[in-house]
């Protein structure tokens, strides 16, 4: 599964949770949908390097936010984006994009978009690790 089938159902998404389970493998959606429905997404982390995670287990990090926070920054972006990169920082948090439109890009044929939202956009925002990146794909492979 994607990052992108998280969202499909987009138009009854009224909350969502984020969270890293089993040592930060795999990555948690758990969805708040209207008619009381809940949905839950366990996406499979693929790191090429091994990491080692620095984090304090009693001050999780949290980023609680609306589908529409989310579904408003990305329309910014190609709908052929293959990936973007979530960047947390202390009073914003950073989606950034780079595509090369072609197998052999010139400088014109590179893509670069970036979007801020700023933490008040966010219903819980708690972040004590800053200066990480979490890359989503959003296209199957």
């Known amino acids: 599964?994607?990052?992108?089938?998280?969202?499909?159902?987009?138009?009854?998404?009224?909350?969502?949770?984020?969270?890293?389970?089993?040592?930060?493998?795999?990555?948690?959606?758990?969805?708040a949908c209207s008619a009381g429905i809940s949905k839950k997404f366990e996406l499979t982390v693929e790191d090429e390097t091994t990491l080692k995670a620095s984090y304090d287990r009693h001050q999780p990090n949290r980023i609680l936010f609306r589908p529409r926070v989310l579904l408003d920054a990305l329309q910014n972006f190609?709908?052929?984006?293959?990936?973007?990169?979530?960047?947390?920082?202390?009073?914003?948090?950073?989606?950034?994009?780079?595509?090369?439109?072609?197998?052999?890009?010139?400088?014109?044929?590179?893509?670069?978009?970036?979007?801020?939202?700023?933490?008040?956009?966010?219903?819980?925002y708690s972040m004590t690790t800053i200066g990480m990146e979490l890359k989503f794909c959003l296209k199957e492979t």
């Not at 599964?1 to 499909?8: D, I, Q, S």
């Open 1 to 31: 599964k994607t990052f992108l089938a998280v969202f499909r159902s987009v138009g009854s998404i009224q909350q969502i949770k984020m969270s890293c389970a089993e040592g930060g493998a795999v990555l948690c959606f758990k969805l």
């Open 78 to 124: 190609q709908s052929s984006l293959e990936e973007i990169t979530l960047t947390p920082e202390r009073a914003h948090v950073r989606i950034k994009s780079y595509s090369d439109l072609s197998d052999h890009a010139t400088a014109e044929d590179i893509m670069r978009t970036e979007v801020t939202i700023d933490t008040n956009d966010f219903e819980d």
